[in-house]
Structures are given as structure tokens and as C-alpha cells.
């Protein structure tokens, strides 16, 4: 099973409900779908490498993750697709490959974030589970 973990850049620790699930996927042997961002990527990268888990793919927008803190990870580069894009359609290009790729989605959302509610709407339309957790 692959699964897509986004959410809010917001968000600097996860909730125990998040630890929870994200344990469940170590014990099952889920590959993660995690993006190089600050915020939920980055604290979900370090939780899973904490735990000594790289069945991770980190995706990224550019050439090389912004961040990468799993020990092992793979990284899956969509430069080519984001060639010539600024801004938020840049890193866009790299959530919907996620989409794409996955399998279900987990999203640790802020209620704010617009690029996690952009996701919320991708998952939704390609008609894959996925489930919202809100921040503590």
C-alpha cells in the first residue's frame, strides 16, 4: 500500500493520532508518499527516520528535496514536469504526482492551509480514501 501523508506548513509536531497511524503503516510495511516541505513533511520525515523506517519516497518539485530526513529515503524529482513554473503551480506539480501515485492519503491539516485543501480536493476528485486529521 502506498500512502500520501500532506498537510499544513503550519504545523510543527504531529498529533498522537497521527504517531498512531503512522505506526500502523511501519508495522505493515506502507511505503510513504511524503513531500520536502517545512511543516508537516518535514516533521513526518523525522518521526518515520526516529523510528528507523525508509520504505519512504520523498518528492520534490526541483532537482533535490528542500528536505530529506529519512535515512535511506528514495526521492522522486518532478523537475522536468515543474520546468518553467513559479510558485505555488511549482510545487503543486510535485502533490499531484503524490496523487497519483498513491493508493490513500492522510492529510494533517490546520484548516487553513490552502495547498492541504487543494490536496483534500485532488484525493477527492481521483476518487481515493483518504482521511482528514485536524491539528491538536
Same mark, same amino acid.
Given at each position: 500500500?502506498?500512502?500520501?501523508?500532506?498537510?499544513?506548513?503550519?504545523?510543527?509536531?504531529?498529533? =498522537?493520532?497521527? %504517531?498512531? !497511524?503512522?505506526? /500502523?503503516?511501519?508495522?505493515?510495511?506502507?511505503? *510513504?508518499?511524503?513531500?520536502?516541505?517545512?511543516?508537516?513533511?518535514?516533521?513526518?520525515?523525522?518521526?518515520?527516520?526516529?523510528?528507523?523506517?525508509?520504505?519512504?519516497?520523498?518528492?520534490?518539485?526541483?532537482?533535490?528535496?528542500?528536505?530529506?530526513?529519512?535515512?535511506?529515503?528514495?526521492?522522486?524529482?518532478?523537475? =522536468?514536469?515543474? %520546468?518553467? !513554473?513559479?510558485? /505555488?503551480?511549482?510545487?503543486?506539480?510535485?502533490? *499531484?504526482?503524490?496523487?497519483?501515485?498513491?493508493?490513500?492519503?492522510?492529510?494533517?491539516?490546520?484548516?487553513?492551509?490552502?495547498?492541504?485543501?487543494?490536496?483534500?480536493?485532488?484525493?477527492?476528485?481521483?476518487?481515493?480514501?483518504?482521511?482528514?486529521?485536524?491539528?491538536?
Amino acid at each position: 500500500m502506498k500512502v500520501f501523508i500532506s498537510g499544513s506548513k503550519s504545523i510543527s509536531a504531529l498529533p =498522537e493520532e497521527v %504517531k498512531s !497511524l503512522l505506526d /500502523s503503516y511501519i508495522d505493515t510495511g506502507a511505503e *510513504i508518499l511524503v513531500g520536502d516541505c517545512y511543516g508537516v513533511d518535514a516533521v513526518v520525515q523525522k518521526y518515520l527516520d526516529s523510528k528507523g523506517y525508509s520504505n519512504v519516497i520523498v518528492y520534490c518539485s526541483g532537482e533535490t528535496p528542500r528536505n530529506n530526513f529519512v535515512t535511506g529515503a528514495k526521492v522522486c524529482s518532478c523537475a =522536468e514536469a515543474a %520546468k518553467g !513554473l513559479t510558485g /505555488s503551480a511549482f510545487h503543486y506539480v510535485k502533490d *499531484i504526482q503524490m496523487a497519483q501515485d498513491c493508493d490513500t492519503a492522510l492529510m494533517i491539516w490546520d484548516g487553513k492551509s490552502k495547498g492541504t485543501a487543494e490536496n483534500i480536493r485532488r484525493i477527492k476528485e481521483m476518487g481515493k480514501p483518504y482521511r482528514i486529521i485536524n491539528e491538536d
